[in-house]
């Protein structure tokens, strides 16, 4: 794996615990997973991520605007095979692009860029008639071909829909501002990811009392069937 990584929380400007912090921490980790246990047998949605994934820090990112607000979250497709791989790029300065969560086929979470700061993921892009969708949302890539073949596994399904009620947690973010690469992107048609993932059943897991406003029809346009050029070789800022 690209990078050295560290167990980080979702606002990763915080530093280390004494002994005791991180014994608190461990019984958390396991209380959540009995929770989600008792939750999934009784059909209730699932649980919560657990507070703690790696974290590989990427260079491309900077400061959001003072007055920007986190109010989207965006959902992408890799183009690379795997997690590895993405990491690697988002890595690289020289790429320009990042991303503050990548979610591997197997459900696994790394965690690239603090929330706090813009990630440079969405590029020239729009969202409700505001510009620069940078500033305002959290990037998720999912590791897909984003050929309309490659499959989005229940686990990473599962993953992504963790990490919105981990955020929803701490931002307001209703379910018709869970967008699509495809959605946003300037000039419409730019990008088309992520290609034939279910959005739907992705909000269904996400969902919270608090965010069950239901999306109006055609808020959400379908992915197109092409696939994105080959590797996230576009600067994204």
Excluded at 168 to 182: E, F, G, I, L, M
Aim: proline share 9%; hydrophobic share 40%.
């Amino acid at each position: 794996m690209s990078g050295q990584q560290q167990e980080h929380p979702i606002i990763s400007a915080q530093k280390p615990g004494r002994n005791w912090r991180t014994f608190l921490g461990v019984l958390l980790l396991v209380a959540v997973s009995i929770n989600g246990a008792v939750a999934i047998v009784q059909g209730n949605s699932l649980p919560p991520m657990p507070l703690a994934y790696a974290y590989v820090p990427s260079p491309n990112c900077d400061d959001r605007p003072a007055s920007a607000e986190i109010t989207c979250i965006v959902i992408h497709s890799t183009v690379e095979p795997t997690t590895e791989g993405t990491e690697g790029i988002f890595l690289n300065a020289a790429k320009k692009v990042s991303a503050h969560f990548v979610v591997g086929k197997d459900g696994r979470v790394v965690q690239m860029v603090p929330v706090e700061k813009r990630a440079w993921h969405a590029g020239k892009s729009m969202l409700d008639g505001v510009s620069d969708v940078n500033s305002y949302s959290i990037g998720i890539e999912m590791v897909n071909l984003n050929d309309g073949v490659d499959p989005y596994p229940p686990a990473q399904v599962e993953a992504v829909a963790g990490l919105i009620r981990l955020i929803r947690s701490r931002y307001n973010v209703p379910d018709n501002r869970v967008v699509s690469h495809a959605q946003i992107a300037q000039p419409a048609g730019r990008k088309s990811d992520p290609v034939g993932f279910d959005f739907e059943a992705l909000l269904k897991l996400a969902r919270t009392p608090e965010t069950s406003t239901s999306v109006p029809t055609g808020s959400r346009p379908t992915p197109t069937t092409v696939p994105m050029p080959a590797g996230r070789h576009e600067r994204e800022e």
